[in-house]
C-alpha cells in the first residue's frame, strides 16, 4: 500500500505540488491523470524518492521514502521518459551492471533477464548498443532494466509517450500480467485511452492538486 498525505513541492517561487492526498492499494494499478505541467512528474519523483517533498509524507509498505529511502529503492522500479540508460552499452551489459547494483545473484539475474528480454523482444538483440534501437525498443529495454529486480511496487512516468501502438499494447499487457502477479502499479499520464486500458482507480491532479 502507498500512502501520500499533505504531499507538497516548492521549487523557488513555484508551488509545484499542493497538499495531495492518494492511498493506493496494493495490488491494483493506480493512474495519476492530469494535463502536462499539471504536476504529476513531480510527484512521481518524490514517490520513488528522487525528490523530498517541502511537507507532507508517503509511505511504501511502512517505509517512509524520507527515512527509509534506501529500502524503498530496493522494492520499486522506477521509470520516466527523462532518464536515460547509456547508449554506448548494450542490453545485455545494462541488466548485469544494474543487476549487481541491486545484488542480483548470478542465477537470478539470468531467470529475470530471461523472463523480460523473451517478453520484449529484446533476447536477438541483447548485444547491441542501446543508442541504435528505436523509440519503442529503447522504451522496452528501458523497462525491462528498470524491472531486472522483480521490485514489488512498480512507478512509471508516461510509461507510453512515443510509441507506436504494436509497443503500447505490449507494454500495457505487461503490466496488466504484473498486476497479475500481485504487483502494485502507478502510473501517470494525460491519455485517457490508456487510463481505460489499465487503471483500477484513478486520481486526477490539476495545478499541483488533487482534484
Request: charged share 30%; aromatic share 8%.
Amino acid at each position: 500500500m502507498i500512502t501520500i498525505n499533505g504531499l507538497s513541492k516548492r521549487f523557488a517561487d513555484k508551488m509545484a505540488v499542493r497538499k495531495v492526498n492518494f492511498k493506493i492499494e496494493e495490488g491494483e494499478i493506480f493512474a495519476l491523470l492530469g494535463p502536462n505541467g499539471a504536476g504529476k512528474t513531480t510527484t512521481m519523483r518524490m514517490l520513488s524518492t528522487l525528490l523530498k517533498p517541502t511537507t507532507g509524507t508517503i509511505t511504501i509498505d511502512d517505509w517512509d521514502t524520507q527515512k527509509d529511502a534506501k529500502e524503498i529503492k530496493k522494492n520499486i522500479g522506477f521509470l520516466t521518459t527523462e532518464i536515460r540508460l547509456d547508449g554506448q552499452f548494450t542490453p545485455n551489459e545494462l541488466a548485469a551492471f544494474y543487476g549487481k547494483l541491486y545484488g542480483l545473484d548470478k542465477k537470478t539475474l539470468e531467470e529475470n533477464k530471461r523472463k523480460l528480454f523473451d517478453y520484449f523482444d529484446i533476447t536477438q538483440i541483447a548485444d547491441r548498443r542501446y543508442e541504435t534501437f528505436s523509440t519503442g525498443m529503447k522504451q522496452k529495454t528501458s523497462i525491462a532494466i528498470c524491472l531486472i529486480h522483480d521490485p514489488k511496487t512498480i512507478i512509471f512516468d508516461e510509461p507510453t509517450n512515443g510509441l507506436d501502438i504494436l509497443t503500447q499494447k505490449q507494454v500495457e499487457d505487461f503490466l496488466l500480467l504484473e498486476k497479475q502477479r500481485g504487483k502494485t502499479i502507478v502510473i501517470s499520464t494525460h491519455i485517457l485511452e490508456v487510463v481505460e486500458a489499465l487503471a483500477d482507480r484513478v486520481g486526477v491532479i490539476i495545478d499541483g492538486q488533487s482534484v
